[in-house]
């Protein structure tokens, strides 16, 4: 069974940062699209954002600015950098492996709570 494992979720102030991490296996890590969604209660999940295994980033529009994705080859890690957090920022963060060509393949981690508020 594939395990993308998080860590670094937590409670912060707004206006803060915290960093996110996701490791993965090494298999999945160098041949799949890693990203970071979230979701907050009462909402559908959404992707904050992905980084292809070629580099090119994709993000949402609302965190544009403020998060950064980055992947550690060495590491098999994934991170998402967020800065100035805004209490709207506050959900549950889900890494995912995402690879598709002729099929879908697709992995998740079990989730890592931010909490935005003073």
């Known amino acids: 069974q594939v395990q993308l494992v998080e860590s670094g979720g937590g409670l912060v102030q707004p206006g803060g940062s915290l960093r996110l991490s996701c490791v993965a296996p090494?298999?999945?890590?160098?041949?799949?699209?890693m990203g970071w969604y979230r979701q907050a209660p009462g909402k559908q999940r959404e992707l904050v954002a992905r980084?292809?295994?070629?580099?090119?980033?994709t993000y949402a529009d609302s965190v544009k600015g403020r998060f950064t994705i980055s992947r550690d080859n060495a590491k098999n890690t994934v991170y998402l950098q967020m800065n100035s957090l805004k209490p709207e920022d506050t959900a549950a963060y889900y890494c995912?492996?995402?690879?598709?060509?002729?099929?879908?393949?697709?992995?998740w981690g079990q989730g890592t709570q931010v909490t935005v508020s003073s």
């Open positions: 995912n492996a995402l690879f598709v060509s002729v099929s879908r393949s697709e992995y």
């Open positions: 980084m292809s295994s070629d580099g090119t980033t």
């Open positions: 090494r298999s999945i890590f160098l041949f799949y699209a």
